[in-house]
């Protein structure tokens, strides 16, 4: 299991309302685990969320094309 994007430690909230930010804090936000012989793509955020940025789409074509395992 690789964590490939974490929380911040701090200033996790830059708009709104955020309840319970420190179980959040240094967890990972985006975990590549190998499965068998696949793998797969966890995100802890909805990356096609209607209010996320264009950015977060790259993440989501990335890990739809990963390689396959050797």
Known sequence: ???DAIYPESELLL???LEGEK???KRPVMVWVRAG???IV????RPRFRG???ATFKL???ARL?????
């Not at 990963?66 to 050797?70: K, N």
């Open 37 to 39: 012989k696949g793998q």
């Open 15 to 17: 708009s709104s309302f």
């Open 60 to 62: 989501v074509f990335n």
């Open 1 to 3: 299991m690789t964590a």
């Open 52 to 54: 996320s940025t264009p």
């Open 66 to 70: 990963l390689p396959p395992l050797q």
């Open 42 to 45: 966890l995100f802890g955020f």
């Open 23 to 25: 179980a959040f804090q």
